[in-house]
């Protein structure tokens, strides 16, 4: 009988910070490439979920984030205690998991309700 595939999934360090490179490209502080891969509404509030891959990419030239095109994410995140990133536009998302599968690291984050909203 053949054998059957082996896949190791654990979790994996978090970046400490994420900034815009260009549309739709993030770069760690190790010069890794994030790609936000889907973003979804989630109702009844309205916060937002994005999956964040880790996936090479080239990069060109670093855009102003002045110069982009609107966009639901900020222009970066900082790494905070508690298994949270703290945006640019000052809110907060929760790491709900951070996993690394077969060299493909994903990490999904989940926009928290603002607290004057509570």
Do not use: K
């Not at 060299?103 to 607290?115: F, I, K, N, R, T």
């Amino acid at each position: 009988m053949g054998e059957l595939p082996f896949f190791r999934a654990h979790a994996a360090l978090h970046p400490d910070h994420l900034w815009i490179w260009e549309t739709s490209v993030y770069v760690d502080e190790n010069q890794r490439t994030w790609l936000p891969v889907t973003i979804e509404v989630q109702p009844p509030r309205g916060g937002l979920q994005v999956l964040m891959r880790q996936e090479d990419v080239p990069l060109g030239e670093a855009m102003c984030p002045s110069l982009l095109a609107p966009c639901l994410l900020p222009s970066m995140w900082q790494l905070y205690p508690g298994r949270r990133y703290r945006g640019s536009d000052s809110s907060f998302w929760r790491i709900v998991y951070h996993i690394e599968l077969s060299g493909m690291e994903d990490m999904l984050l989940e926009q928290l309700p603002d607290l004057e909203d509570e």
